[in-house]
């Protein structure tokens, strides 16, 4: 039988069949395989006991694409929900989730949420910067249910991971997005006898139909130290509108003469919150390389 794992915790594994949920252990071969079932994973399981919905996964299908940190699997974009307001937009991080994704080829829009907050020019500047990137951005009020329908509308047929700081209203805009969900969230708590709401464990979430939403803990803070510092550039999409361009092949667009990078800086077609956090990430890989 085939189903989905839509949670998974202290070794046991939530696994979704149509309407039905298994509480799964995983074959003992994964372990000298090192493979480690994921959520999100479709795997192959046996029924053990039918009726106390009991089972084991056999097998692991094969994957999209999955993510170390968190770890999952078989997502098709990545939303990423910041505040216009209370809490103020963190970019730093926000650049750092980015350059995160576009090093794994994941897709990702982005959303500001509690637009109600935010003066228009405040708005009209997150917009044009991360426009002006290639990214999708959607303003949302959760409070107001603003942005909503939109928001539906790029979820539809996918599953998206979703992650933002704490206090952004992530978990107003998923139950705007679906005021009936949390069925199987319900039913795995009450098995293991925990809260629902809990942000510790990675969980999927079933919208509709083909519309899953992969809720991941909380962050404060992205590294990006697993790379070399001449990587970071290819991950900044507008930087790469200049990759060949600058008089040194190879250009870093830090430090070198004759740089178009800094030359469009200077002109204003690339945003320079932006490539401040360039500098900072690209500084802490080269701090990195040196210890």
Known sequence: MQGRIIKGIAGFYYVSVGAELYECKAKGIFRKEKMKPLVGDFVEIAILDKEKKIGNIEDILPRKNSLIRPAVANIDQALVIFAAKEPNPNFSLLDRFLVTMERQEIPVLICINK???ALPEEIEEIRTIYQQCGYSVIFTSASKEKGVEELRG???????????????GKSSLTNLLAPNICMETGEISKKLGRGRHTT???????????????????????????????????????????????????????????????????????????????????RELEEKRRY
């Not at 790029?154 to 952004?168: E, M």
């Not at 519309?211 to 930087?239: A, H, I, Q, W």
């Not at 990078?261 to 401040?276: D, P, T």
């Open 200 to 282: 510790r464990h990675s969980q999927l979430i079933k919208l509709w139909e083909e519309t899953y939403l992969m809720d991941t803990p909380g962050f404060t803070s992205f590294y990006v130290e697993d790379m070399e510092k001449n990587e970071l550039r290819y991950y900044f999409p507008e930087l790469q509108d200049y990759e060949g361009c600058c008089k040194f092949q190879g250009c870093t667009h830090i430090h070198e003469p004759g740089c178009m990078v800094k030359e469009a800086l200077e002109n204003g077609k690339i945003s320079r919150k932006r490539y401040e956090n360039y500098l900072e990430m690209y």
């Open 115 to 117: 637009e109600d907050l």
């Open 154 to 168: 790029v979820l539809n047929g996918k599953t998206t991971a979703v992650a933002g700081p704490s206090g952004v």
